[in-house]
């Protein structure tokens, strides 16, 4: 009876996990509306443990996270161009990232994980460029 009760604990938490689970997929695009050079969407909440995909819809973009732009203990993380790409987010905080050939364009995007701001002093410090300069401080502040 207890090794039923152990199996029976085992398979709920490996089902409760996967239920938990909300992988995202955002598109790396050339035009989206009348914006050029984005991200389907600009700021992404997920949960500790989720997968973000990035899909190369168009062609010329790739993801890279900002350099003092992600919590600590996270490495260096760049996607080759035209790939469709993937990131598994295990720590939480905020993650800055851009299109490296476009962030003076605007393409840049936020992923917030876990609803840990703790590092936002760090992505407000962040010297953006170009138009993402003038698209950074709204975005930050709807964090």
């Known amino acids: 009876m207890k090794s039923l009760k152990l199996f029976l604990s085992i398979i709920f938490t490996i089902v409760a996990t996967n239920v938990s689970a909300a992988d995202v997929t955002l598109e790396m695009l050339n035009k989206l509306g009348k914006e050029t050079m984005v991200f389907s969407e600009k700021v992404v909440k997920i949960n500790v443990g989720d997968t973000v995909f990035w899909k190369a819809t168009d062609k010329g973009h790739n993801v890279e996270f900002i350099k003092?732009?992600?919590?600590?203990?996270?490495?260096?993380?760049?996607?080759?161009?035209?790939?469709?790409?993937?990131?598994?987010?295990?720590?939480?905080?905020?993650?800055?990232?851009?299109?490296?050939?476009?962030?003076?364009?605007?393409?840049?995007g936020f992923v917030v994980v876990g609803d840990d701001k703790s590092n936002l002093d760090a992505i407000k410090a962040i010297r953006f460029m170009g138009k993402s300069k003038k698209i950074a401080p709204e975005l930050i502040n709807s964090l």
């Open 68 to 108: 003092g732009g992600t919590p600590e203990g996270v490495g260096k993380f760049k996607s080759k161009y035209n790939v469709d790409t993937e990131y598994k987010f295990t720590i939480p905080g905020i993650y800055a990232y851009w299109c490296t050939p476009h962030k003076g364009m605007g393409m840049i």
